[in-house]
């Protein structure tokens, strides 16, 4: 088992910045690829960002590239999503996951976190 537990969410003005972290614990975090995805209300699930196990390598969706930045810290077991220039639509409920692989998945994660709430204010 893995757990996950998602902090730095809240309150935020367009254009402006928040970075989220996702504590792990409960196996070797260095063997597994870690992922954020978000749901905004009404809305589907969706892909954000994902690392592989040494953070090498790293697969951000187009909503978000160049905005958006994942990056990890296999010493503290966490992995962190930095988001800029945030704007309304970025508002939603932020997941992050984990699942055992080398690779850079973009679905069928494993372990999910609670979730962090994220509103971009105009």
């Known amino acids: 088992q893995v757990q996950l537990v998602e902090s730095g969410g809240g309150l935020v003005q367009a254009g402006g910045s928040l970075r989220l972290s996702c504590a792990a614990s409960?196996?070797?975090?260095?063997?597994?690829?870690m992922g954020w995805f978000r749901q905004a209300p009404g809305k589907e699930r969706e892909f954000v960002a994902a690392i592989n196990w040494s953070g090498g390598r790293t697969v951000i969706a187009e909503s978000v590239k160049g905005r958006f930045t994942i990056s990890r810290d296999n010493a503290k077991n966490t992995v962190y999503l930095q988001m800029n220039s945030l704007k309304l639509e970025d508002t939603a409920v932020y997941y992050c996951a984990a699942t055992q692989s080398r690779l850079v998945p973009l679905n069928n994660y494993r372990y999910w976190g609670q979730g962090t709430q994220v509103t971009v204010s105009s």
């Open positions: 409960g196996r070797t975090f260095s063997n597994y690829a």
